[in-house]
């Protein structure tokens, strides 16, 4: 029988419409018969999700053959001939398993993501270069030493990289870029500049002035300096200060004063300019402090085995895969094991044979902003110094489309400060470390040949940003401390939180603090150290300025706590602590919220719903952990004390704070009881005093509580039912994240947990300074960046209970080499295989 | 029981081909088979091959890579059962070798009219 008609044109429906959605489907669609096909396709994922018993490649530039065992949590091992073809197989290894995050983390340092994802970046990159981060990466690349030992590791790492994306074949595309019908681009060197821009950027970018404008303009110039102090109201420094406790500062905390109007204005045109990028701030869109790490160390006189301890904790967004990538390198003198940025090549936080090492972020005030005269207020030119018109750097910055077509552009000018920007009708210019100097990755590649931790702290004085708490402690049982980076030094009273006049050079930076004035202690009486971003140095000790509005030392005053009463420490009394569920903050504020409650019922004691909050929070363990059914009443009653006390920082016809003091202020005001501040001016006729705010918060926290969780008892109270950990995918896509992980801490807990849980420990290490080095270490996730792959969130269960994994680090590639054999990668050099 | 030998030699051939060359390979290798052996294959026996030509691959290939996880992880992109994803792989080989084989039988109709192509017509 001849065909059917209709069956023809049913085919070449059928052939049209597949090959359309193969071939030309409108994005975000991936194409369709590519993206299903068994073996090139999205199903290829599958199969390299698995670690080859055996595997080879090919990396021009090697000397000699370089092994890469995988052991059993799926860590790289590599043994090469010398360092440089070490840091070529890293690369490549890198490239392996964490491609795409190479690609869009550098991406979106450079503001190149519309390139990636298309136009719906647009925004994003805008912000970026505006910031001038790529300008800074590509004006920093004209003065890199090319001869250099670090930029030739660096071209080594690079060419690593790209010698996997040549070997790649199109069963190897990761599934992001085949979700995105994209393409890696070969890798350059620049790019590590721009992935370590970007850190900066996350770890270094806090516009301080801001929000001390914002309570100036309702409280006035001198309540704000009150509020937001560049002395934190409890003293826990970094820096030993000879006291065995806290202090709190006693000063009484100054009445509101008038609103600043000028102070207001510029607030306005700050919070304009910098809006796009407030989730980076330490404070969060939110007020929520998102960001927060630990460190610690202990001398071998106060551990049970005589040996230094050591604990990491950094703390950074959670994302899958993990912002770091656990490896060992050997090669010559260089054996060094730890975590690596995708994209930089050196261990960051690791430790060899003699020296292990770990950071907390500084937080120091190391971006300052200026109001600058122009020519012309829409259009400038020039703008004003000493009365003389200097003339603004103009910068066109092009954004292209995922086909490389230029599809929007924009103008950055640029004072000799740094970027410029007009915001509600005004120009401010900033000045920012991380624009003015390159990260020095030769200071990364010389710490992991330390011999001793002062060797180490040594070769770290060169590093500029972003300022680190920089803690070492070696085979010799030394242990040091250093806050690290470039501190600006600046006129007259200063105070970096301040916008200062930029018609006058008077304004300028006029240079940065020595080495030797650093933070920081070696070997203290104390018997140990630790960081947990609290101000470094008592300002009894030394006042000059370093930043303002410091984190709370929650965390600081409970690891201090735990190293005080430990004189026998232990590595698992190190790794408990890093989970460990009590709160300074809950031991400084339920006893108050009590006292406040027992004296209002004294007074009132038919206030039933009072009573019953107070028995509740006073059953409290004040501990966090999973189970707990009271952490949630005083989470709420803490909310409920920042909205009634701060009810002076609320702006006309807004509901909430415009800014939150830090919370160690709340406790200074606490031994206040009679400070205007306890006043809710918005009840007429009444004067609170605190312990009327206190209960009064209590008792509305048990009523939202009730509200919200249901009755007391109600398994909805259980901390784990309201605190999660989320664990996001890059490309954000849930089935690809792991979401709504129980986790045990709470806000001011060593392993702090709060907001969106989106942020936490990003990296867990224990090492123990014996004869032979022993560490232990998890990640929020794995090394692999393939979520088919079961080292895609192989860590996230011992990462979750805080058990942390011991971590391999043989002496030689033998032992993995023997049975039972690990999954091994040769690489040779091209034409050597 | 005699379209078995045929349809089991399609199925190899579908699966060869799709390990050789990307996927508009299927519908022409359908129509070539349809061209030179007509009497043997038919669309609808081809779009079965194809399918499990696929299926097959993607069955062995989930004896020693997570593919399982992996549709899970997928279909969780797109709200739909992991095995979804994998039935429309499937149909769409399917589909892609039936349009294939419809083409050439048209084809070969224009050509030799008076022709009996196939036997389920």
Redesign the interface.
């Given at each position: 029988?001849?065909?059917?008609k209709p069956?023809?044109i049913?085919?070449?429906v059928?052939?049209g419409v597949?090959g359309y959605l193969?071939i030309a489907a409108p994005k975000p669609v991936p194409p369709?018969?590519?993206f299903?096909?068994?073996?090139?396709?999205?199903?290829a994922?599958?199969?390299n999700?698995?670690l080859p018993q055996t595997a080879a490649g090919t990396v021009p530039g090697l000397t000699a053959q370089a092994r890469v065992f995988y052991d059993l949590r799926g860590v790289p091992h590599v043994f090469a001939a010398s360092e440089l073809d070490a840091y070529r197989a890293l690369g490549y290894v890198t490239a392996r398993d964490r491609l795409f995050q190479l690609d869009l983390q550098t991406r979106a340092a450079a503001g190149t993501l519309t390139e990636l994802v298309g136009p719906v970046a647009l925004g994003v990159d805008q912000e970026t270069r505006a910031l001038g981060l790529p300008r800074a990466v590509e004006r920093q690349l004209l003065g890199v030493d090319t001869a250099s030992e670090a930029w030739r590791t660096v071209e080594a790492y690079s060419d690593g990289i790209n010698a996997y994306i040549d070997g790649m074949h199109?069963a190897d595309l990761p599934l992001e870029y085949r979700?995105l019908d994209a393409r890696p681009a070969r890798w350059k060197p620049v790019n590590t500049l721009y992935l370590l821009a970007r850190m900066g950027l996350t770890l270094a970018y806090d516009p301080e002035e801001l929000r001390r404008l914002r309570v100036a303009a309702l409280v006035g110039d001198r309540a704000a300096d009150a509020l937001l102090s560049p002395r934190a109201a409890i003293q826990e420094p970094i820096e030993p200060n000879g006291q065995t406790a806290p202090r709190i500062d006693s000063t009484p905390l100054p009445p509101p004063g008038a609103p600043d109007t000028a102070a207001g204005a510029l607030a306005l045109a700050l919070g304009s300019a910098t809006r796009g990028l407030d989730a980076l701030s330490r404070h969060g869109s939110g007020g929520d402090v998102t960001l927060g790490s630990n460190n610690w160390a202990v001398s071998p006189a106060r551990t049970r085995d005589k040996f230094a301890l050591l604990a990491g904790d950094p703390h950074l967004d959670l994302t899958l895969p993990s912002i770091w990538y656990a490896a060992h390198l050997s090669a010559g003198g260089l054996d060094v094991y730890g975590v690596t940025l995708p994209g930089a090549p050196a261990v960051t936080i690791g430790f060899n044979r003699n020296v292990a090492w770990t950071f907390t972020n500084t937080g120091a005030d190391v971006m300052d902003f200026y109001a600058e005269s122009v020519d012309v207020a829409a259009h400038p030119t020039k703008y004003l110094v000493d009365g003389t018109w200097r003339p603004l750097e103009q910068r066109v910055e092009r954004y292209r489309d995922t086909d490389g077509r230029v599809f929007a552009t924009d103008t950055v000018l640029y004072t000799h400060r740094g970027p410029m920007r007009r915001a509600g009708g005004r120009w401010l210019s900033m000045r920012w470390t991380v624009l003015d100097r390159p990260m020095m990755i030769a200071t990364f590649l010389q710490i992991a040949h330390a011999r001793s931790a002062d060797e180490w702290l040594s070769d770290m004085s060169t590093y500029a940003w972003p300022a680190q708490n920089m803690l070492v402690a070696d085979r010799s049982g030394t242990i040091a401390i250093r806050s690290t980076g470039t501190f600006p030094m600046r006129p007259d009273n200063g105070r970096g939180d301040i916008v200062r006049d930029g018609t006058k050079s008077a304004s300028d930076w006029t240079g940065s603090w020595p080495v030797s004035r650093y933070p920081g202690a070696r070997n203290p009486a104390q018997g140990f150290l630790a960081s947990a971003n609290q101000q470094p140095v008592d300002p009894r000790m030394d006042s000059t300025y370093l930043g303002a509005d410091w984190p709370d030392p929650w965390r600081a005053m409970r690891i201090n706590a735990l190293l005080r009463a430990d004189s026998q420490a232990t590595v698992d009394d190190m790794r408990n602590d890093q989970t460990d569920p009590g709160s300074a903050r809950a031991d400084l504020f339920v006893p108050a919220f009590l006292a406040a409650a027992h004296t209002v019922l004294a007074a009132t004691p038919n206030d039933s719903v009072l009573h019953d909050a107070a028995d509740l929070l006073g059953a409290w363990d004040r501990r966090y952990t999973e189970d707990n059914e009271r952490a949630v009443l005083f989470e709420m009653a803490m909310r409920e004390l920042a909205r009634r006390l701060w009810d002076e920082l609320i702006p006309p016809g807004d509901s909430a704070p415009a800014v939150r003091p830090p919370e160690s202020v709340i406790a200074a005001l606490l031994q206040q009881p009679s400070s205007v501040w306890w006043d809710d001016r918005r009840t007429s006729g009444t004067v609170e005093r605190r312990d009327d705010i206190l209960a009064a918060s209590l008792r509305a926290a048990l009523g939202d509580a009730k509200r919200r969780y249901g009755e007391p008892g109600n398994d909805n109270w259980r901390w784990s039912k309201v605190q999660h950990a989320n664990i996001y995918h890059l490309l954000e896509?849930?089935?690809?994240s792991r979401l709504n992980i129980e986790v045990q801490g709470g806000p001011g807990t060593l392993s702090p947990s709060s907001g969106s849980g989106r942020a936490g420990p990003s990296w867990r290490m224990v090492v123990q300074m014996g004869p032979d080095v022993h560490g232990w270490g998890t990640l929020p996730g794995g090394e692999s960046g393939n979520?088919?792959?079961?080292r895609y969130d192989n860590m996230l269960r011992s990462w979750r209970t805080g058990t942390l994994d011991a971590l391999y680090f043989p002496l030689d590639s033998q032992v993995l080499a023997g049975p039972p054999r690990s999954p091994s990668l040769t690489l040779s050099p091209p034409g050597r295989r | 029981m005699r379209d078995v030998k045929p349809f089991l030699l399609a199925t190899c051939i579908f699966a060869l081909a799709t390990w050789a060359a990307p996927w508009p390979v299927i519908p022409v290798v359908s129509a070539v088979m349809l061209l030179v052996a007509p009497r043997a294959f038919s669309p609808l026996m081809l779009a079965c091959a194809a399918g499990a030509a696929w299926g097959g691959i993607l069955a062995w290939t989930t004896l020693y890579a997570p593919l399982g996880r992996l549709a899970a992880e997928l279909g969780g992109i797109v709200h739909l059962p992991g095995a979804a994803l994998v039935a429309l792989s499937v149909a769409v080989a399917a589909a892609l070798a039936w349009g294939g084989a419809e083409l050439a039988l048209a084809v070969r109709a224009r050509a030799s009219p008076s022709v009996v192509v196939h036997k389920d017509n």
């Amino acid at each position: 029988m001849i065909p059917s008609k209709p069956r023809f044109i049913l085919a070449l429906v059928v052939l049209g419409v597949i090959g359309y959605l193969s071939i030309a489907a409108p994005k975000p669609v991936p194409p369709l018969a590519p993206f299903l096909d068994p073996v090139r396709g999205v199903w290829a994922v599958a199969r390299n999700a698995v670690l080859p018993q055996t595997a080879a490649g090919t990396v021009p530039g090697l000397t000699a053959q370089a092994r890469v065992f995988y052991d059993l949590r799926g860590v790289p091992h590599v043994f090469a001939a010398s360092e440089l073809d070490a840091y070529r197989a890293l690369g490549y290894v890198t490239a392996r398993d964490r491609l795409f995050q190479l690609d869009l983390q550098t991406r979106a340092a450079a503001g190149t993501l519309t390139e990636l994802v298309g136009p719906v970046a647009l925004g994003v990159d805008q912000e970026t270069r505006a910031l001038g981060l790529p300008r800074a990466v590509e004006r920093q690349l004209l003065g890199v030493d090319t001869a250099s030992e670090a930029w030739r590791t660096v071209e080594a790492y690079s060419d690593g990289i790209n010698a996997y994306i040549d070997g790649m074949h199109a069963a190897d595309l990761p599934l992001e870029y085949r979700l995105l019908d994209a393409r890696p681009a070969r890798w350059k060197p620049v790019n590590t500049l721009y992935l370590l821009a970007r850190m900066g950027l996350t770890l270094a970018y806090d516009p301080e002035e801001l929000r001390r404008l914002r309570v100036a303009a309702l409280v006035g110039d001198r309540a704000a300096d009150a509020l937001l102090s560049p002395r934190a109201a409890i003293q826990e420094p970094i820096e030993p200060n000879g006291q065995t406790a806290p202090r709190i500062d006693s000063t009484p905390l100054p009445p509101p004063g008038a609103p600043d109007t000028a102070a207001g204005a510029l607030a306005l045109a700050l919070g304009s300019a910098t809006r796009g990028l407030d989730a980076l701030s330490r404070h969060g869109s939110g007020g929520d402090v998102t960001l927060g790490s630990n460190n610690w160390a202990v001398s071998p006189a106060r551990t049970r085995d005589k040996f230094a301890l050591l604990a990491g904790d950094p703390h950074l967004d959670l994302t899958l895969p993990s912002i770091w990538y656990a490896a060992h390198l050997s090669a010559g003198g260089l054996d060094v094991y730890g975590v690596t940025l995708p994209g930089a090549p050196a261990v960051t936080i690791g430790f060899n044979r003699n020296v292990a090492w770990t950071f907390t972020n500084t937080g120091a005030d190391v971006m300052d902003f200026y109001a600058e005269s122009v020519d012309v207020a829409a259009h400038p030119t020039k703008y004003l110094v000493d009365g003389t018109w200097r003339p603004l750097e103009q910068r066109v910055e092009r954004y292209r489309d995922t086909d490389g077509r230029v599809f929007a552009t924009d103008t950055v000018l640029y004072t000799h400060r740094g970027p410029m920007r007009r915001a509600g009708g005004r120009w401010l210019s900033m000045r920012w470390t991380v624009l003015d100097r390159p990260m020095m990755i030769a200071t990364f590649l010389q710490i992991a040949h330390a011999r001793s931790a002062d060797e180490w702290l040594s070769d770290m004085s060169t590093y500029a940003w972003p300022a680190q708490n920089m803690l070492v402690a070696d085979r010799s049982g030394t242990i040091a401390i250093r806050s690290t980076g470039t501190f600006p030094m600046r006129p007259d009273n200063g105070r970096g939180d301040i916008v200062r006049d930029g018609t006058k050079s008077a304004s300028d930076w006029t240079g940065s603090w020595p080495v030797s004035r650093y933070p920081g202690a070696r070997n203290p009486a104390q018997g140990f150290l630790a960081s947990a971003n609290q101000q470094p140095v008592d300002p009894r000790m030394d006042s000059t300025y370093l930043g303002a509005d410091w984190p709370d030392p929650w965390r600081a005053m409970r690891i201090n706590a735990l190293l005080r009463a430990d004189s026998q420490a232990t590595v698992d009394d190190m790794r408990n602590d890093q989970t460990d569920p009590g709160s300074a903050r809950a031991d400084l504020f339920v006893p108050a919220f009590l006292a406040a409650a027992h004296t209002v019922l004294a007074a009132t004691p038919n206030d039933s719903v009072l009573h019953d909050a107070a028995d509740l929070l006073g059953a409290w363990d004040r501990r966090y952990t999973e189970d707990n059914e009271r952490a949630v009443l005083f989470e709420m009653a803490m909310r409920e004390l920042a909205r009634r006390l701060w009810d002076e920082l609320i702006p006309p016809g807004d509901s909430a704070p415009a800014v939150r003091p830090p919370e160690s202020v709340i406790a200074a005001l606490l031994q206040q009881p009679s400070s205007v501040w306890w006043d809710d001016r918005r009840t007429s006729g009444t004067v609170e005093r605190r312990d009327d705010i206190l209960a009064a918060s209590l008792r509305a926290a048990l009523g939202d509580a009730k509200r919200r969780y249901g009755e007391p008892g109600n398994d909805n109270w259980r901390w784990s039912k309201v605190q999660h950990a989320n664990i996001y995918h890059l490309l954000e896509l849930p089935s690809l994240s792991r979401l709504n992980i129980e986790v045990q801490g709470g806000p001011g807990t060593l392993s702090p947990s709060s907001g969106s849980g989106r942020a936490g420990p990003s990296w867990r290490m224990v090492v123990q300074m014996g004869p032979d080095v022993h560490g232990w270490g998890t990640l929020p996730g794995g090394e692999s960046g393939n979520p088919a792959s079961g080292r895609y969130d192989n860590m996230l269960r011992s990462w979750r209970t805080g058990t942390l994994d011991a971590l391999y680090f043989p002496l030689d590639s033998q032992v993995l080499a023997g049975p039972p054999r690990s999954p091994s990668l040769t690489l040779s050099p091209p034409g050597r295989r | 029981m005699r379209d078995v030998k045929p349809f089991l030699l399609a199925t190899c051939i579908f699966a060869l081909a799709t390990w050789a060359a990307p996927w508009p390979v299927i519908p022409v290798v359908s129509a070539v088979m349809l061209l030179v052996a007509p009497r043997a294959f038919s669309p609808l026996m081809l779009a079965c091959a194809a399918g499990a030509a696929w299926g097959g691959i993607l069955a062995w290939t989930t004896l020693y890579a997570p593919l399982g996880r992996l549709a899970a992880e997928l279909g969780g992109i797109v709200h739909l059962p992991g095995a979804a994803l994998v039935a429309l792989s499937v149909a769409v080989a399917a589909a892609l070798a039936w349009g294939g084989a419809e083409l050439a039988l048209a084809v070969r109709a224009r050509a030799s009219p008076s022709v009996v192509v196939h036997k389920d017509n």
